[in-house]
């Protein structure tokens, strides 16, 4: 099969398309004939040697895909060949076929392509476990998005709303952006690559700052948006896409009684129950009309060093799908 992979840590010129061959299914795990691979910033983190946990080499990128189940292992009980499904995966969904266990995979919802399914689950359960699980939201209150035009922005915009947020600002860094953020159900639209953006967060809460917010730039985005907190603020942080590491004194929180956050979403996996319940919850807001999915970009596989050097160019928006 057809596979994207990395050899060594870099740019997106490491990424290479190889043949290798398609894995066998043993025990729980499930096969499947990837029909729509999602992209994420992680997958690029990974790639550079940056990501929270440390990637074994060899190694082919891709956490969530949709497709068709064409292999089952012996002690696999809730798919069966055939079966249309979404899944998570650690690695391997830069590929025609994916393996993964059984407990990842959930059957595709009626009336989503392909495309769609594989858009939602890592961000999908970041954006809401983010909002509401480690930010704890709380109705009412004034919501700081940032990114809020990527995968897991325009979800979190519109979970937001969801769970009842007073006011969501949204930044990004274009006009489009702000205008895709705004359609979602973002009141206030902010360019956070303009010079003193952070007082624009301020006027837009008569000075208070915000209850809280999602952070994922890093360097001067984070030392900003600390700025930006109320008494009480929670900011969390959920990645660290400029590649800029932050340091700050904790102390500096304790004037506003104010925390920072850290989300990881592997270690809340490991709650099969947990997740199977949530993307359950999310697919029926999909279905009702609730949420939109916006898949910003289609490309095929082999193009895959391409879509990671647009991204961290910050020229995406929305999900960015690979088909084989």
């Known amino acids: 099969m ?7 840590f870099g740019s997106p010129n490491v990424l290479e398309n190889v043949d ?7 025990g729980r795990e499930v096969l499947i004939e990837v029909q729509a691979s999602a992209v994420n910033y992680a997958d690029t983190a990974r790639r550079e040697g940056q990501y929270v946990v440390k990637t074994q080499l060899p190694y082919i990128p891709g956490s969530e895909v949709a497709g068709i189940v064409t292999e089952v292992g012996e002690d696999v009980t809730r798919v069966r060949k055939g079966d249309r499904v979404v899944a998570m995966m650690d690695s391997g969904g830069y590929a ?4 993964t266990d059984e407990r ?8 989503l392509d392909f495309k769609e399914a594989a858009a939602i689950p890592v961000q999908g359960l970041s954006a809401y476990h983010i909002l509401k699980t480690l930010g704890r939201l709380q109705q009412g209150e004034t919501v700081l998005i940032h990114a809020a035009a990527g995968g897991v922005g325009l979800l979190a915009v519109q979970l937001a709303k969801r769970f009842g947020a007073g006011k969501i600002i949204a930044t990004a860094s274009t006009e489009e952006k702000l205008r895709l953020a705004g359609d979602m159900g973002a009141a206030v639209l902010v360019n956070y690559t303009l010079d003193g953006w952070e007082a624009d967060v301020l006027e837009a809460t008569n000075g208070k700052g915000v209850n809280l917010a999602l952070e994922m730039a890093g360097g001067d985005i984070f ?4 700025k930006c907190l109320d008494y009480f603020g929670r900011m969390v942080i959920y990645g660290v896409a400029s590649g800029e590491q932050s340091r700050f004194y904790p102390s500096s929180l304790m004037a506003k009684n104010q925390s920072v956050i850290g989300f ?13 319940k949530t ?5 029926h807001y999909v279905a009702s009309g609730e949420l939109k999915v916006t898949v910003g970009h289609v490309f095929p596989l082999k193009d895959a060093a391409r879509v990671h050097t647009l991204m961290q160019a910050r020229k995406t928006v929305g999900k960015v799908i690979l088909q084989p």
């Not at 990881?264 to 199977?276: G, I, N, S, V, Y």
């Not at 993307?279 to 697919?283: A, D, Q, R």
């Open 2 to 8: 057809k596979a994207i992979q990395f050899r060594e």
């Open 104 to 111: 990842s995979v959930i059957p595709l919802p009626y009336g």
């Open 264 to 276: 990881f979403l592997p270690p809340l996996m490991r709650d099969a129950e947990l997740t199977q």
């Open 223 to 226: 030392y900003k948006t600390l």
């Open 96 to 99: 025609e076929f994916a393996l």
């Open 20 to 26: 290798i061959d398609v894995p066998a299914p043993r």
């Open 279 to 283: 993307l359950h919850e999310i697919f």
